[in-house]
Structure formats: structure tokens, C-alpha cells
């Protein structure tokens, strides 16, 4: 049996008397892109932040790849190789695109000017964030060391997806990667993110784009009402069958229910 990269069980989140999360389990498996869906205040939002540490959930249990975690914060999850693209991209847009790409795990030069003086080592960057962009088909801007407010929406949104793929070993989680985007760019940022998927990172896709998320995903998990209503193969059924499953138009899959 595959053990899954993240497997969450009866996670409850209850905000007063607004109950976010109610006893909802989650999966993801090794090498898919798995789409997360539901209508709004469905609380996929809050299962997913649940799961890197965004939100502490107040029952339940998460394991990264079969091993108990508790995450008190999103740096817990990044040091264990967890990456989020924000759907606000969380870039800082006055600074360059390797600095943002460094931001918070900058490279210091070697010996004591790194040590003591905690001197970076700015070429060292450079040439990563280079690379990476590469790797991912992204090297269409000028240069690296431009500020990323000189670059397009798609432009920013590869730089936060590269950032994302250089430093996860875990899992990425993309919060409505194509929400602010147009044609052209969002079809760029599905190139990246089956790219990422080719290299064997698994990704969660947040998303209300069905075209988008019948086009990349491999399974589709459906949240309602603040749980996991079921997990469907989207080959198997249609957009207008999954957007039934989320507002309770149609009834679920017997044999993939939660």
C-alpha cells in the first residue's frame, strides 16, 4: 500500500460557534496534483492551512508521509520541505527576483565575512534563482537581478511557482495559482505546474477554475460544508458532475464517499 506524502484524519476547527472544519479527513499522494474544490465557506481553505501550520487545528491528526506532525507555524512546514504559492504570491515587489527567491534562507559567504559579518553571497544566489528558472522555462525576463514589480502578473506568479519547486521536498500547495491572471499567463502557469509534477513534487491545487482543474488534476477532492464529501477521478465524471457534488445537487460517489 502507498503511504500518502500527507494524510490528515478528523481534523476539527471551530472558530466560537462557526465550526470551519468538521472531522475531515484529507490525502495526497505520492506524484499527483491533487485539486482541493467546494463552494466558498466550504473550508477547503482552512483544511489545506491546517496542514502546513497556517491554522492549529483543535482535533484530529496530520502525518507527513506516515509520521505524526504538529505544525505551530507555516516556518515549521517550510524547514520540512512544505511550500506555499499564495494566491497574493507573498512577493516583495521592490526587491530582486533572486533576493525574493532567498528571502528568509539567504546564502552568507563562506568563512568569517559570512559569520561574523553576515556578508551574503549575492552571485551564489543569483546563479540558483537563474537556474531554477531555467529548469522551469521562466528565463524570459531580463535579468535576475530585476525588481519583480517590473515583471507581468504570469511573470511573478513563475517566479513564487520556482520558488516553491526549488525548495520543497515534501509537497507545494498552490492557493488559486490562475485566479488574477489572463489567458496566456494562466495556460504558462499549468505548463509549471505539470512541470513540477514531472519532477516527482506533488502538488494541492486550490481552485474555483474547473476548466484548470479537470485539465492538471490527477484526483479531485470535493469539500462541503466543511468536510471531505468525496474524491473523484476526474476521467470518471464531468465538470457538471463535480459542481453538483459541491452544492449538493447531485448525491456522491457511494464507494470514494469519506
Known amino acids: ?19 470551519a472544519i468538521d472531522h475531515s479527513d484529507f490525502e495526497l499522494r505520492p506524484g499527483e496534483v491533487l485539486a482541493v474544490i467546494g463552494d466558498n465557506g466550504a473550508g477547503k481553505s482552512s483544511i489545506v492551512k491546517a496542514i502546513c501550520g497556517a491554522t492549529i487545528p483543535d482535533e484530529g491528526e496530520i502525518l507527513i508521509e506516515g509520521k505524526p506532525v504538529e ?12 511550500e506555499i504559492v499564495y494566491q497574493n504570491l507573498a512577493l516583495s515587489p521592490a526587491l530582486s527576483i533572486a533576493d525574493n527567491m532567498f528571502t528568509g534562507r539567504e ?13 551574503l553571497d549575492k552571485p551564489a544566489m543569483e546563479k540558483f534563482a537563474r537556474d531554477k528558472l531555467t529548469e522551469l522555462g521562466l528565463m524570459t525576463v531580463q535579468s535576475i537581478k530585476q525588481p519583480v514589480e517590473t515583471l507581468s502578473g504570469g511573470q511573478r506568479q513563475g517566479v513564487a ?3 516553491a519547486a526549488a525548495f520543497a521536498t515534501k509537497f507545494i500547495i498552490m492557493d488559486e495559482p490562475t485566479a488574477a491572471l489572463g489567458v496566456k ?3 504558462k502557469v499549468l505548463e509549471l ?12 491545487l486550490i481552485s ?3 476548466p484548470h482543474v479537470f485539465e492538471v488534476a490527477d484526483r479531485i477532492h470535493i469539500h462541503r460544508l466543511g468536510k471531505r464529501l468525496c474524491t473523484i477521478d476526474p476521467k470518471d465524471y464531468t465538470m457538471s458532475d463535480a459542481v453538483a457534488f459541491m452544492t449538493g445537487a447531485k448525491e456522491p460517489p457511494a464507494e470514494d464517499a469519506a
Not at 72 to 81: H, L, N, V, Y
Not at 107 to 119: A, F, S
Not at 193 to 204: E, M, N, Y
Open 1 to 19: 500500500m502507498i503511504t500518502p506524502v500527507v494524510q490528515a484524519r478528523g481534523i476539527v476547527k471551530r472558530y466560537g460557534h462557526v465550526t
Open 193 to 204: 505546474i505539470q512541470d513540477v509534477r514531472a519532477r516527482g513534487i506533488p502538488i494541492i
Open 208 to 210: 474555483h477554475n474547473m
Open 107 to 119: 546564502i552568507r559567504k563562506k568563512g568569517w565575512l559570512g559569520k561574523y559579518l553576515r556578508m
Open 161 to 163: 511557482v520556482a520558488r
Open 185 to 187: 499567463e494562466s495556460r
Open 71 to 82: 505544525f505551530s507555524s507555516p516556518i515549521e512546514a517550510r524547514e520540512m520541505g512544505i
